[in-house]
């Protein structure tokens, strides 16, 4: 079956670094684009990033544009999510996801604060 582990969240301070982590299984990964969301409290989940199957198209939500980049090993099933210059609005569980396919994983914990 489809699984998605997310893995790498912590806490940062504002300005720091902090790279992701998505395992995925149970799928033809290559042939998907594949995406991370975040959400915070009584929010809805938040379209952060998405790479294509390829790896070679990406698009950014316009508050991380800049400063996150998403990437992907095809040949090891991973898809990452590198955080730079991070705010305290970033704080929130980040879910990376497969387009198309409605599995979610348990998401990882993102915290930025001094």
């Known amino acids: 079956q489809v699984q998605l582990v997310e893995s790498g969240g912590g806490l940062v301070q504002p300005g720091g670094s902090l790279t992701l982590s998505c395992a995925v299984s149970g799928f033809s990964f290559m042939w998907y684009d594949m995406s991370w969301y975040r959400q915070t409290p009584g929010k809805e989940r938040e379209l952060v990033a998405l790479i294509s199957g390829t790896g070679g198209t990406t698009n950014y939500a316009d508050s991380v544009k800049g400063r996150f980049t998403i990437s992907r090993e095809n040949t090891k099933k991973m898809v990452y999510l590198q955080m730079t210059s991070l705010k305290p609005e970033d704080t929130a569980v980040y879910y990376c996801?497969?387009?198309?396919?409605?599995?979610w994983g348990q998401g990882t914990q993102v915290t930025v604060s001094s």
């Open positions: 996801k497969a387009v198309g396919l409605g599995t």
